[in-house]
């Protein structure tokens, strides 16, 4: 999607707005001795094949051993614990029991097509997960370019109408819906676009999701992670890519744990740290061979691996 002049105008008026801050929390060349981020599991890293899956409670259990601060459930496995019997009471208590934090969900509702009566239906999907998601002890989840992935939306400012409209939604539920990139999509694939977006959306708690992987498979530069106030930020997915295939050719099943591949993760982490992030770092991966490994060990070491990139910016 290309941007035009105003929308270009107003994407750089968060652009200063935005580097200012980040120089405000930490003055270039300076490096605090404590970074207040937290490390949190995306469940995806342990799922065992696309077609079969740990329960939702195996999972907070190895997030727990392996030491992790929070967790990121998908919305089907929530939904999969509570049809086979189990209560978002019975999920609730166990999270806190481990001593994690329901950092944040994945879900897939349709909240940004152009069809009306799709859309209708798409928020009041987004309003039943956004549910079960504060029945579960979390605030946030992911909101996606779900079914506008393959055709042009058009104008960036209808997208950021529908994304106020979500908040607006979330607001009413105690959720916030995070404005997630997609690097292989046709909206939202871009940093620039991501930050028009929740520029424009006409609301003080816009936050988008960034993610590695889909930063590099959208084209943007890492750099541009510098304009984003770090406050808007409130999960950060992490991972790594190889350096084949290609960026055309790559996908989701490629990425790698952080450090295992050639991202420039001291960058990026030093850039996300200069512009005030302090929320959570959330591994997610889709790795077919470590879902054939010990989840445990995948999740461990998945974890020291994020430390390592995190003590090394």
């Known amino acids: 999607m290309q941007l035009n002049r105003r ?21 270039a060349g300076t490096k605090t001795s404590h970074w207040p981020i937290r490390y949190c599991l995306n469940t995806s890293t342990i799922r065992r094949s696309d077609r079969e899956d740990l329960p939702l409670v195996e999972k907070i259990d190895i997030a ?31 999270i806190a029991d481990a001593g994690l934090s329901v950092e944040s969900a994945i879900g897939f509702s349709q909240w940004i097509v152009d069809d009306d009566q799709q859309r209708r239906a798409a928020l009041e999907q987004a309003k039943r997960e956004m549910e079960l998601v504060r029945a579960i002890g979390g605030t946030r989840i992911a909101a996606p370019p779900s079914g506008a992935t393959r055709e042009p939306l058009g104008e960036l400012q209808k997208a950021a109408e529908r994304y106020g409209t979500l908040l607006e939604i979330g607001e009413s539920v105690g959720v916030v819906p995070q404005l997630e990139l997609w690097g292989f999509s046709t909206t939202l694939s871009r940093l620039g676009e991501l930050a028009y977006v ?11 999701l960034p993610d590695v992987y889909h930063i590099y498979k959208g084209g943007s ?45 001291s960058e990026i982490l030093k850039t996300l740290r200069t512009s005030g992030f302090a929320g959570a770092l959330s591994l997610e991966l889709f790795n077919r061979d470590y879902w054939r490994q010990d989840p445990l060990e995948v999740a461990r070491t998945g974890l020291a691996k994020m430390r390592a990139a995190a003590t090394a910016a």
């Open 64 to 94: 727990a051993q392996a030491g992790y601060d929070g967790i990121e459930p998908w919305i089907r496995e929530i939904e999969t614990h509570v049809s086979g019997g189990g209560t978002t009471a019975d999920l609730a208590r166990r």
């Open 7 to 27: 929308e270009l105008l107003a994407a750089g008026g968060l652009v200063a707005a935005a580097s200012t801050l980040g120089e405000t929390a930490e003055p």
């Open 198 to 208: 929740a520029a424009e959306c006409g609301r003080h708690d816009a936050c988008v």
């Open 221 to 265: 530069d890492f750099a541009g992670l510098a304009v984003l106030n770090g406050r808007a930020i409130h999960v950060f997915h992490m991972n790594d890519y190889p350096a084949n295939p290609s960026r055309a050719e790559i996908g989701d099943a490629h990425r790698v744990y952080p450090g295992d591949g050639v991202a420039p993760l």
